[in-house]
Structure formats: structure tokens, C-alpha cells
């Protein structure tokens, strides 16, 4: 048996007042002869060693004094943790990636497992379980008419994913259940979130079975190994940092692996609490970048970071151009980087180029003769012609000041638009029909789209109304225009990844050119067989490598990392320095706890006061 | 005649005597001396001893060289012709020892008030004897010894400071009849009457030999049993009681049920008619003593009954 509130057995101590009082009533019953001559005669009532003797009206005070100082105290028995009346309990388990830590007794997502299970089997033989699987969405596992012994082997079944945790979500899904039976049903929850982190509606509403304490965890929480635009290979650069979210210090070592290779071993000491970064220069290599951390600690997931980094080229643009400023600039640009080229021809050359040769063309005010149907090759239209754009109403419009923004669109990486503003003059633009608005402008009152994109891979098209030649790209005003323009020259020369990198709980759409995929295997070597028509979207919720198969093409990878600081600081229990028993940390709803046997106590302690206070009458009668 | 008293107790003591009514019945009593007097003149007639002068003519003796020629009865000479002297019966002293039990036992039960009803005698028997010029000495027993509380007293104006010596007295320590007496006994030998003021809480054996040895020491001896409610039939709110012997410190749990406090009545009955049985067997005076009796009542008619008085 507990108690929800031991701190009233300290009220026991009138317990011990009472038998004092008897004692000293005890005492008090001695009565002073001037003799024993007359008695002894008379046999004695006791064996004279035996000093404490006590009768039925102390046996009575004694059960009416422990009665109401046990029901303060609030007990509660282990194994009975639901309303005996309760039919329905649902079993809510933190599958995030924080369970997977180790503790001195074993990972935490098992010591919620055991607790799930002594739930299960000490529960009354009519109640029913559901159990939700809480991470980053809820799942419902089974219903309430599951066989017990199937509930346990879903339980056992259970495993951690590598996600956040979330459990509104899956305590309001359980909270639905509840109004479906009346009432007459519980929820615990077994977690290594605090009960006092989630809303203060599910507090006195839920069983809360906290796990875990420790905080002892290292993560990597960023690699960063992207190439600069036009940079050369040999001044590359891959910056690791890790964080140390426990309080003690940690030794270990980071290991950069580029493309398979090796590429080098830091070691470090990180005091309690404490971020570090590490900087791998002169890399060269390209590839899959692999950062892991070589040390012990109670979470392994947050131990790898994946991240691509993309070969070194140089970027070839045809520039078909009336301008020849425009040609100096960007000659001038080129010369200035390794990894571009420009060559300026006649229009009646585009035909005749090939994407193996070139990466991009550049049509300024050129009119285009036929359409838009270059053969797999990027361009880049600035300020086209009304020959191409036929439906645009004028040639030329006025000043545009720029109103509207798409800043998650690469072209806008690290560029204020406003700054852009205002365009001395733009050329009308009709977006096509799968086109993305990036820029809009106000023009002579109305709202007009001045930059807009299209497109995927190799045949990705940026059209441009204001015109950059005008902007000065080579002079300090035009330092914005000078970024657009190459951050326009880097999105639409850009190379896709043999690989994809993603973040555990993303889900993605899969490619579906060449039909939809058959079969993808996880991180962990598990093989799921995709079934027809079904959705082509997949969610990650493993850190590691994804395999996703398709038929008549090559495999898909995909790599998932787990970044989540919140998730990884893994120490949230008050003295994350030790272990809180799970034993002492269960919690009863108020309802189980101010449940009849309170009541019963406090009735039993009033039955055994009047009757001690009848015994006396009597005893006083009598005398 | 009597000074003021210097406690309350002793006010209340001198109550029972300073009340024109009591007074007047105490000055009618007398100790009852059963023919044991001292040597020295008083005012008690004695048999076996004439004097010269006297008030109770005894005989006439014919006259002997050196009688005092004032003491020849001149009428019987003109008569019977020969010279004769007239004899009165001697009257002597008869002193009065009071011998007070000061032991624990005549302290409880504290409600029985037994050591107050005992000093109260002890005063009124006092202030008798020295009404009628009769030397008195006040004794307490206590722990196997007798202590004098006062010297001999002989003037009734004395009453005073046996009232006051006996009011610093608590009773305590063991009783010892025995032992007491046969420590008195070496105190003095002044013969006279010994009235031995107890609760009698003691073996047989030990009072009945105390008695005979005052007796053999030419007292002629009276005993007055003081007993209170309680001890006559002790009550409790609880049934099982724990009795504590306020002498011997020894304790006996028993229940207090009615057969047992029936038994235990039995047992003082016994006692006390033993006692009152031995007493009138030896030729002593004997009188229980109820302190919820009137304590004039008790001096009055229960002493004068039972011989201790007349």
C-alpha cells in the first residue's frame, strides 16, 4: 500500500500521546491504601511485569485516532491503479526519440514497457485497454476489444522512433476515447516528458508514469558543408557542431567521412552544457558528408549528422545580349571566378547548343523566334521582347517598387528585396501556368509579377522584367542586383542530389516518373512492401538511411537526421543528478484518490469514537 | 485560657474545644485511670495509699510518736479515751501518655482525613487531662520509634502547644507498633494511662505485644482504631486498580469487583473484631473511631463508652 499524502503519518505522533495518556491514565488509577494487609488475600489481577495492559477503551481510542490519520494519509494500493468501477483504460506510450535513452537500469522506453505491462496485468479481469503510440502523430494500435494478452504483446511490440515528442496530439485522441465510454475510463501515460511541461487541462486528468532521468547526452545539432557559389574546391570548408546537454564534462571525438572517405578526427572536452563547433578546412571531396560522434552516451540517435555536398564544376552561360555592357559585366564576373564562363553568340546559335556544353543561357531583350523549348538547358530571360511575351499589354512599363516576396524561393537567399527598389522600368511578364511569382512589384497602381520561375532540374526557365543590364551590376548600387543575378544563375544551373537529405518526421513525396515505388527499406534493414495506388508520399521517422526502390529505375536514398535540440536535452526530471524510482513517481488521478477508501476511514474512525465514548459511559455507570 | 492557634488546622481543632458547650462537656470528662496514678500527689484517689490530709476520710489509726499532734481526731479521743489519728485516702497524679500512630498509613486515602480526626483526639484528651491537673505527654510512632513532640505538660494553659507541635507533624514512614512502644518505653517510666491513637494497619502479633508491653510497664492502657470511609470501602471509576502501599511501597493489581471488595470487608471485619476482642480480653480499653462521625460526638459518648472516659 502508498499513500498519496504520507506526510499526515506524521500526525502518528498522537498515536504515541495516546498511549502516553494511557500510561499516564494508568498511573492515575493507582490508588494510594495504608495497607495491603486487607488485600491479599484477594488474587492479583496481573503478572506485576507486564506494564502494558491495555483494555477495550484504549484498543478503541486507538482504532478512532488511526482511522482518520490513515485516511489523511490518503492510501492507495500499487497494483489497483484504476477505479474499481472503471471498463476501459487507455495506455498512452512516448515513442519519441528521447525513450531510446539509456538509463542505469536499462533504456527508458523498456521501463515504460514494464510499467504498461504491470498496468495491464493488475488491472481488473473486465477492464479493456487501448494503447495509442504517441510521437510525432498518434496511433491508435488497436480497440478495447483486443484479448489482454494481445494488448501485452503490442506493448512489447512497441518501439521508439527517432522523432520528437508530442503528446497533445495523442492525449487529445485519448481524451475522443474517453467520451466514448461515459467516463468510465482512464488514461496513463508513460513518458519522460514532466507532467507540469503539457497543458494544465490534462493534469489532474490523466495517470502520469514518468521515466527517466538522466541527462548524460552529446549531440551534433548542425553540419554545415555547403559550397559557396563559384568557390574553389580547395578553399571548402565542413563546420560540425555538437552540443553537451548534460552536466557532466564529456570527452569523445567527431569524425568527418566525405563520400566514404575519411577526412578527419577532432577530439574534444566539453564542459557541462556547452556547444562546440569544429572546422574541417581544405576539404575537397564531395559526396554524402557524414559527421559522427565517437563517445558514449544514453542517446545514440543525435550521434550522426548527414548532409550532401555537391561536386566542384565550372558553369558555362551563352549570353544572347544587344548589350554590350551587359557583355562586359558579365565577362568581368567571370574572370573574377573560377567556376564560370560566359560566352556571348547570336541568337541563331541557340539551336545549336547542347547541355552537355552549356549550363545556362542568358536571353536579354532577346526576341525569340519558336518557343520556349530549348533542349533540356536552364535560361534565364531578362526583360524579354514582346515577341515572346505576346500577351504582355505594353513593351515597357513604368518604375516598379517592389510589394511582395516569395523569401523561401533560393533566388531571394540572403537579398532584402526592398533594396531592389525601385526599377527604373520593367518589361511585362505573364507568368506560365506552372510558374512561381518571386518578386511582385507595384506598377502604375497595380500589383505585377517581376520575376518569375518554372520548371525542374534541367529545364528550369527565370524570367526577369526589370532589367538588370540597367541595374549596374559591377557598381555599388547594384550590389542586391549583382546577388539576384547569381543567385538565379545558381538555382537554375543547380545539379540535383544523388541523394536526399531530410529530417526525421518530414514526410516527402517520392518520384513517381518511371511508377510509383514498390518497396522502401529503412535504416534499421526493414523491408515495407508499398502497395498500389498508395499515396506517394513517405514519412521518415528513422535517423539513417532510406532505400526506395522503383521499378526500371535506380534506388532512391534518402537520408534522415535527427535534429531536434528540445528532444535531444534528455534530462528533464527536477534532480536530472539521480534516478527517480518509478515506484515513487506514480501519480492517481484525484478521482482514484479521494476514492471510497478515504471515505470508508474517516466513517470507520467515527464508529469507533462513539463506540468508545458508549464504552466509557458504561464503564462510568458501572462505576 | 487557651491562646489563639497559629494554623488553621489547629484552629479547628481548638474549634471542637473552644465552643462553650464542648468545653463544658470536655470539663465534665475525665481520663479514665483504672487505678494506675503516679507517685506524685494529684487528683486522682488512690486505695492502696493514705495521706494525712485529704478530702475522703479513710480510716483511723491509733497514734504513733511523731504523728503531727493536728492530726489526732480530739472527738474519738473524748469517746474511746485513747489517741487516735484520722487517714484519707491518697490522691496522686495520673499521668496521661498519648501515643499517636504518624505513619504514612494514617494519611491515606488522604479523603479518610485520618491523622487529622487522630491529632484532634489527641488534643481534646490532651486538654481532659490537663483540665484536671494531670500531667499529659504526647508521643508520636513512626518508623519504629516513638518521638516526645512535647515535654510533660502539666498546667491546663499548655493545651496550646500540644495543638501546635502536633500540627507540624505529616504522617510518614512505616509503622511499627512494636518497636514504637518499646522505644517510648525507654523514654520514660512514668506511670499512668497510655492511650495508643492508630489505625491498627498492623499484624495481630505486633499490636498485641506492643499493648502487653505497656501494659506490663504499669499503664493502663486504652486504644482508639481510627478508620475513614475509604478504608472501610474503597471505591474506583475503573475496575482495575493498581493499590499502593504507602509504606511499604509495595503495589497489587486487582479488579475491583463486588465479590472482591466483599472480601476485602471481610477481612477488616475480622481484623477490627480481633482487635476489639484481644483488647477486651487483656482488660483494655478499646473505641473505632469513624472520621465521619462528629468528632464531639465521638469524645462525648464513644470514648466515655468504651471506658476510655467517664
Known amino acids: 500500500m502508498k499513500f498519496a499524502n504520507p506526510a499526515a503519518l506524521l500526525l502518528s505522533i498522537f498515536i504515541a500521546g495516546l498511549i502516553a495518556l494511557y500510561l499516564w491514565e494508568r498511573n492515575r488509577q493507582r490508588i494510594d491504601v495504608p495497607s495491603l494487609l486487607f488485600w491479599e488475600s484477594i488474587p492479583e489481577a496481573t503478572n506485576r511485569r507486564n506494564r502494558f495492559q491495555p483494555d477495550l477503551l484504549f484498543w478503541l481510542q486507538l482504532m478512532g485516532l488511526s482511522a482518520p490519520i490513515l485516511g489523511l494519509a490518503n492510501p492507495f494500493f500499487l497494483g489497483s491503479t484504476q477505479n474499481q468501477t472503471a471498463k476501459h483504460a487507455i495506455l498512452v506510450l512516448d515513442t519519441s526519440a528521447s525513450m531510446a535513452a539509456i538509463e542505469e537500469s536499462g533504456p527508458r522506453f523498456q521501463t515504460a514497457r514494464e510499467e504498461a505491462r504491470r498496468v495491464v496485468q493488475s488491472a481488473d479481469s473486465s477492464t479493456k485497454f487501448a494503447l495509442i503510440a504517441a510521437a510525432r502523430t498518434p496511433v491508435l494500435l488497436n480497440d478495447f476489444d483486443t484479448e489482454r494478452s494481445d494488448v501485452i504483446e503490442l506493448i512489447e511490440a512497441l518501439e521508439t522512433s527517432d522523432v520528437a515528442a508530442d503528446l497533445e496530439p495523442a492525449l487529445i485522441l485519448a481524451q475522443k476515447l474517453v467520451q466514448q465510454h461515459d467516463g468510465s475510463t482512464e488514461i496513463h501515460v508513460f513518458s519522460d516528458t514532466p507532467l507540469e511541461s503539457t497543458h494544465e487541462r490534462w493534469r489532474n486528468n490523466v495517470n502520469w508514469w514518468p521515466v527517466g532521468s538522466t541527462d548524460d547526452n552529446l549531440a551534433i545539432v548542425g553540419v554545415e558543408s555547403e559550397r559557396p557559389f563559384l568557390s574553389r574546391e580547395r578553399t571548402d570548408a565542413v563546420y560540425v557542431r555538437i552540443q553537451n546537454f548534460g552536466h557532466n564534462e564529456k570527452h569523445g571525438a567527431v569524425a568527418l567521412h566525405i563520400g566514404g572517405r575519411a577526412i578527419g578526427t577532432e577530439l574534444f572536452t566539453a564542459p557541462p552544457h556547452s556547444e562546440h563547433g569544429f572546422l574541417f578546412s581544405d576539404v575537397s571531396s564531395s559526396g554524402l558528408v557524414e559527421a559522427s560522434l565517437l563517445n558514449s552516451d544514453a542517446l545514440d540517435v543525435d550521434n550522426r549528422f548527414f548532409a550532401w555536398r555537391s561536386p566542384a564544376r565550372q558553369i558555362h552561360i551563352a549570353v544572347v545580349s544587344p548589350n554590350p555592357e551587359l557583355h562586359a559585366a558579365l565577362q568581368h564576373i567571370a574572370r573574377a571566378s573560377a567556376g564560370l564562363k560566359v560566352a556571348a553568340i547570336d541568337d541563331i546559335d541557340v539551336d545549336g547548343l547542347r547541355p552537355g556544353d552549356t549550363d545556362l543561357i542568358i536571353l536579354h531583350r532577346a526576341p525569340l523566334t519558336g518557343q520556349l523549348n530549348f533542349p533540356a538547358i536552364p535560361m534565364l530571360l531578362i526583360a524579354p521582347s514582346t515577341e515572346l511575351n505576346s500577351q504582355a499589354p505594353s513593351t515597357t512599363l513604368g518604375p516598379a517598387e517592389i510589394v511582395d516576396w516569395n523569401d523561401a524561393h533560393p533566388i531571394l537567399r540572403g537579398i532584402d528585396p526592398q533594396l531592389l527598389s525601385p526599377f527604373q522600368s520593367t518589361v511585362a511578364i505573364v507568368p506560365p501556368t506552372s510558374g512561381q511569382t518571386v518578386l511582385v512589384g507595384l506598377i502604375n497602381g497595380r500589383e505585377e509579377p517581376l520575376v518569375v520561375t518554372t520548371g525542374e532540374a534541367d529545364d528550369r526557365v527565370a524570367i526577369v522584367g526589370p532589367d538588370l543590364a540597367d541595374m549596374g551590376l559591377l557598381s555599388t548600387d547594384g550590389e ?144 | ?130 483540665r484536671h491537673r494531670d500531667p499529659v505527654r504526647v508521643a508520636i510512632m513512626r518508623d519504629s520509634m516513638a518521638f516526645q513532640v512535647c515535654p510533660l505538660l502539666r498546667h491546663p494553659n499548655r493545651v496550646p502547644l500540644v495543638h501546635d507541635s502536633l500540627s507540624l507533624q505529616i504522617p510518614v514512614g512505616t509503622t511499627d507498633l512494636l518497636r514504637s512502644v518499646d522505644s517510648y518505653l525507654h523514654l520514660t517510666r512514668l506511670p499512668g494511662v497510655a492511650i495508643v491513637i492508630s489505625d491498627f494497619l498492623v499484624p495481630a502479633a505486633n499490636y498485641e505485644t506492643a499493648l502487653r508491653r505497656l501494659v506490663a510497664g504499669g499503664y493502663a492502657v486504652a486504644a482508639i482504631r481510627v478508620a475513614g470511609i475509604q478504608e472501610r470501602d474503597p471505591t474506583h471509576p475503573t475496575r482495575r486498580v493498581r493499590l499502593f502501599d504507602v509504606e511499604t511501597r509495595r503495589q497489587r493489581v486487582v479488579n475491583l469487583t463486588d465479590a472482591h471488595r466483599t472480601e476485602y470487608t471481610r477481612a477488616r471485619e475480622k481484623h477490627d473484631r480481633a482487635l476489639l476482642s484481644w483488647c477486651a480480653a487483656n482488660g483494655l480499653a478499646f473505641c473505632t473511631v469513624d472520621t465521619s462521625q462528629d468528632p464531639r460526638a465521638i469524645i462525648t459518648t464513644a470514648l466515655p463508652r468504651a471506658g476510655i472516659l467517664r
Open chain 1, 480 to 623: 542586391t542586383a549583382l546577388l539576384l543575378f547569381l543567385n538565379l544563375v545558381d538555382w537554375l544551373t543547380a545539379q540535383p542530389a544523388p541523394v536526399s537529405i531530410v529530417r526525421t518526421g518530414q514526410s516527402r513525396a517520392v518520384s513517381m516518373a518511371e511508377g510509383p515505388p514498390t518497396e522502401v527499406i529503412d535504416p534499421a534493414g526493414r523491408q515495407a512492401n508499398l502497395q498500389n495506388g498508395a499515396a506517394p508520399f513517405l514519412t521518415f521517422d528513422h535517423a539513417g538511411r532510406y532505400e526506395i526502390r522503383h521499378p526500371n529505375q535506380p534506388a532512391e536514398l534518402v537520408f534522415a537526421n535527427f535534429l531536434d535540440v528540445a528532444e535531444s536535452n534528455i534530462g528533464r526530471a527536477p534532480s536530472p543528478a539521480h534516478r527517480v524510482p518509478v515506484e515513487d513517481s506514480h501519480r492517481r488521478v484525484e478521482s482514484v484518490i479521494n476514492g471510497p477508501l478515504k471515505s470508508w476511514l474517516y466513517v470507520i474512525a467515527a464508529m469507533f469514537l462513539l463506540s468508545e465514548w458508549f464504552v466509557a459511559g458504561r464503564i462510568q455507570d458501572d462505576a
Open chain 2, 1 to 130: 485560657m487557651q491562646r489563639g492557634a497559629s494554623t488553621a488546622e489547629a484552629a479547628e481543632r481548638w474549634r471542637l474545644a473552644n465552643t462553650p458547650t464542648f468545653l463544658s462537656r470536655l470539663d465534665r470528662l475525665r481520663i479514665d485511670v483504672r487505678g494506675k496514678t503516679g507517685r506524685h500527689p494529684g487528683n486522682n484517689l488512690v486505695s492502696w495509699a493514705t495521706q494525712a490530709s485529704g478530702l475522703d476520710f479513710a480510716k483511723h489509726r491509733p497514734y504513733v510518736q511523731g504523728d503531727d499532734l493536728r492530726h489526732i481526731d480530739w472527738n474519738a479521743m473524748a469517746r474511746l479515751e485513747t489517741k487516735l489519728v484520722k487517714t484519707f485516702r491518697a490522691e496522686r497524679e495520673a499521668p496521661l501518655h498519648i501515643l499517636l500512630d504518624c505513619s504514612a498509613s494514617m494519611g491515606a486515602p488522604p479523603e479518610d482525613m485520618k491523622f487529622n480526626a487522630a491529632t484532634a483526639l489527641a488534643s481534646s484528651l490532651a486538654y481532659i487531662s490537663l
